[in-house]
């Protein structure tokens, strides 16, 4: 299996701020990296796909990059409704792993 | 647009089996690889395994030896069985669509997306 690591596990941040979230993979998984936000009580949405490309709907705040091992995703300006967990998943290999998330908090 | 429905007991006793289905709608389940994923309540997401329309199967080795998945194209549905269930298997439940994508020169990449939104099993006698 391919080990997803996430960090922060969370963070607290203020409406305008730039936030990173770093995911890191055991090995390399060269672009295969999706990510997903989940809010309480709600099923995952797909923010962005193969790395970098931006799933249609989501706002362009939202952005990814990486290959390799090391996977970033900023949000560029943090909105209210972007306050949420935040899990990379890595589609290289079966089974699918996912990091253990990353919790996004107002400050 | 494609949507989807997980449907089961919400209550399951230690040691039978659990048993849910997902109803696919808005579009056909040909084609693709559906998933299931689970995640115990406050805690993160856990790959089951996936089916493909023919019935194709991946099974995550940490549940092989528990589970079976089953689709029905003439129902628009596909299915999970996980045996000898515990309190550990509580969770979420959802199913979800694994989309494949050419970027050419061989390469493929997958997502999830749509996911059903999620059915709570709880494991107790």
């Known amino acids: 299996d391919i080990q997803m690591t996430q960090s922060p596990s969370s963070l607290s941040a203020s409406v305008g701020d730039r936030v990173t979230i770093t995911c890191r993979a055991r090995?390399?998984?060269?672009?295969?990296l999706n990510w997903y936000q989940q809010k309480p009580g709600k099923a995952p949405k797909l923010l962005i796909y193969a790395a970098s490309s931006l799933q249609s709907g989501v706002p362009s705040r939202i952005s990814g990059s990486g290959s390799g091992t090391d996977f970033t995703l900023t949000i560029s300006s943090l909105q209210p409704e972007d306050f949420a967990t935040y899990y990379c998943?890595?589609?290289?290999?079966?089974?699918?792993?996912f990091g253990q998330g990353t919790k996004v908090e107002i400050k | 647009q494609v949507q989807l429905q997980e449907s089961g007991p919400g209550l399951v006793k230690p040691s039978e089996t659990l048993s849910l289905t997902c109803t696919v709608s808005g579009g056909s389940i040909s084609s693709y690889y559906w998933s299931w994923i689970r995640q115990p309540a406050g805690k993160g997401l856990e790959w089951i395994g996936r089916?493909?329309?023919?019935?194709?199967?991946n099974y995550n080795p940490s549940l092989k030896s528990r589970v079976t998945m089953s689709v029905d194209t003439s129902k628009n549905q596909f299915s999970l069985k996980l045996t000898s269930v515990t309190a550990a298997d509580t969770a979420f439940y959802y199913c979800?669509?694994?989309?494949?994508?050419?970027?050419?020169?061989?390469?493929?990449?997958?997502?999830?997306?749509?996911w059903g939104q999620g059915t709570l099993v709880t494991v107790s006698s």
């Open positions: 090995q390399s998984i060269i672009n295969h």
């Open positions: 998943q890595q589609s290289y290999s079966t089974p699918r792993t």
């Open positions: 979800a669509r694994e989309l494949k994508e050419y970027y050419g020169s061989g390469v493929w990449h997958n997502w999830f997306d749509p």
């Open positions: 089916i493909y329309t023919s019935g194709s199967t």
